[in-house]
């Protein structure tokens, strides 16, 4: 098991369903751990009943019908299927909300879904998604690539309140993966996944849904710069170090 979930942390994310297919094949014994331990790319579909479209994941999966966030029901249908309490779904639609917003800005566009449950700890767990397409023919307003996906996983363990003092615990993992194919950029593939963790210990006077935000918009934050530098940056220094730029080969040395 350790040196599957090794391999699947080196594998790019537009590879991890068919990898993730072959472990489950030859390590039958294991594939509830590998389900639950794995991030596959963020799939979609469309909510008949709202019309607007969600995202699925094992968060919101109960057999092999997923529950949407604005409906609130599973598709295909599923009866006694698990549903949030009364004020936790409250809480839900609230927050879907206000992701959609959120998404909007940050992202210019994009499909989010949040979804939560409780947990055995008198707390309950929050889930947030978001899938940009950026591609020409997806919903990129730029329209830069050929082909190019951001999915943003984060989960949100929240703890039972004390004292008006509630612990959250977050694991955010981004999967990123581009591809260019134009006469100015030539062809280039970039695909790669970055997994971060962070806890706090926050007063609920603002509210559970402002802590959750203020530690998700920190840690993306973090996690576009962390992108950035190890896998643009290090790709950046790479190409110039084995293809400099014309203006540094047309310069010479000076004399020793």
Same mark, same amino acid.
């Given at each position: +098991?350790?040196?599957?979930?090794?391999?699947?942390?080196?594998?790019?994310?537009? /590879?991890?369903?068919?990898?993730?297919?072959?472990?489950?094949?030859?390590?039958?014994?294991?594939?509830?751990?590998?389900?639950?331990?794995?991030?596959?790319?963020?799939?979609?579909?469309?909510? +008949?009943?709202?019309?607007?479209?969600?995202?699925?994941?094992?968060?919101?999966?109960?057999?092999?019908?997923?529950?949407?966030?604005?409906?609130?029901?599973?598709?295909?249908?599923?009866?006694?299927?698990?549903?949030?309490?009364?004020?936790?779904?409250?809480?839900?639609?609230?927050?879907?909300?206000?992701?959609?917003? @959120?998404?909007?800005?940050?992202?210019?566009?994009?499909?989010?879904?949040?979804?939560?449950?409780?947990?055995?700890?008198?707390?309950?767990?929050?889930?947030?998604?978001?899938?940009?397409?950026?591609?020409?023919?997806?919903?990129?307003?730029?329209? @830069?690539?050929?082909?190019?996906?951001?999915?943003?996983?984060?989960?949100?363990?929240?703890?039972?309140?004390?004292?008006?003092?509630?612990?959250?615990?977050?694991?955010?993992?981004?999967?990123?993966?581009?591809?260019?194919?134009?006469?100015?950029?030539?062809?280039?593939?970039?695909?790669?996944?970055?997994?971060?963790?962070?806890?706090?210990?926050?007063?609920?006077?603002?509210? /559970?849904?402002?802590?959750?935000?203020?530690?998700?918009?920190?840690?993306?934050?973090? !996690?576009?710069?962390?992108?950035?530098?190890?896998?643009?940056?290090?790709?950046?220094?790479?190409?110039?170090?084995?293809?400099?730029?014309?203006? !540094?080969?047309?310069?010479?040395?000076?004399?020793?």
């Amino acid at each position: +098991m350790e040196a599957a979930m090794g391999l699947m942390r080196r594998i790019p994310p537009k /590879h991890t369903e068919t990898a993730l297919s072959a472990l489950l094949t030859l390590l039958p014994h294991h594939s509830s751990d590998l389900l639950s331990q794995v991030d596959q790319p963020l799939q979609v579909l469309c909510d +008949m009943d709202s019309g607007k479209e969600f995202i699925l994941c094992e968060y919101n999966r109960d057999a092999d019908s997923y529950r949407s966030p604005w409906s609130n029901k599973y598709h295909p249908p599923l009866e006694d299927a698990p549903q949030p309490s009364p004020e936790l779904r409250k809480l839900e639609v609230e927050a879907n909300e206000v992701f959609a917003i @959120y998404c909007d800005q940050y992202y210019e566009g994009g499909i989010s879904s949040v979804y939560m449950w409780e947990d055995e700890s008198e707390g309950f767990v929050a889930c947030f998604l978001i899938k940009k397409d950026g591609s020409k023919t997806g919903h990129g307003r730029r329209g @830069y690539l050929q082909e190019g996906a951001w999915d943003a996983i984060h989960v949100i363990e929240v703890g039972p309140e004390e004292e008006e003092i509630v612990h959250y615990c977050l694991t955010s993992t981004v999967m990123l993966t581009l591809t260019t194919d134009n006469e100015s950029s030539g062809s280039f593939n970039l695909s790669g996944s970055i997994r971060r963790q962070m806890s706090m210990k926050l007063s609920v006077s603002d509210g /559970h849904l402002c802590n959750m935000g203020k530690m998700i918009e920190e840690m993306e934050g973090k !996690l576009r710069n962390s992108l950035d530098q190890v896998y643009f940056g290090k790709t950046n220094e790479m190409v110039c170090t084995l293809r400099p730029p014309a203006e !540094l080969v047309q310069m010479k040395l000076p004399d020793s």
